[in-house]
């Protein structure tokens, strides 16, 4: 079956930096966007980033200037700088067919989240 399996998470301290990464799998990714979420504690899931097949990527404001994302085919990376405490989330991988969408309800698939931590 379609995997999206993410790494990467971690415990960090306010201003560190993590490499968020995750791998799909059980199908072709192509003409898919993907992207990542998160979600903190008694909080909606929100959108942070994403990168189409083709185009030019786009980033939630809260994070712009300082998560980048990537991609080599099915996989897709998060390079996080300048860490805050209001970063700590699950973050989760997440794909579409088709051009960047940034509501959680138009993904096809979902990884299972990976889990970071900024302290202060």
């Known amino acids: 079956q379609v995997q999206l399996v993410e790494s990467g998470g971690g415990l960090v301290q306010t201003g560190g930096s993590l490499r968020l990464s995750c791998e799909g799998s059980?199908?072709?990714?192509?003409?898919?966007?993907m992207a990542w979420f998160r979600q903190a504690p008694g909080k909606e899931r929100e959108f942070v980033a994403a990168v189409p097949w083709t185009g030019t990527s786009r980033y939630a404001d809260f994070v712009k200037g300082r998560f980048t994302i990537s991609r080599a085919y099915a996989k897709v990376y998060l390079q996080m700088n300048s860490l805050k405490p209001e970063d700590t989330a699950v973050y989760y991988c997440?794909?579409?067919?088709?051009?960047?969408?940034?509501?959680?309800?138009?993904?096809?698939?979902w990884g299972q989240g990976t889990q970071v931590s900024v302290s202060s």
């Open positions: 059980g199908r072709t990714f192509n003409s898919y966007s």
């Open positions: 997440a794909a579409n067919y088709g051009r960047i969408e940034v509501m959680e309800g138009r993904m096809d698939y």
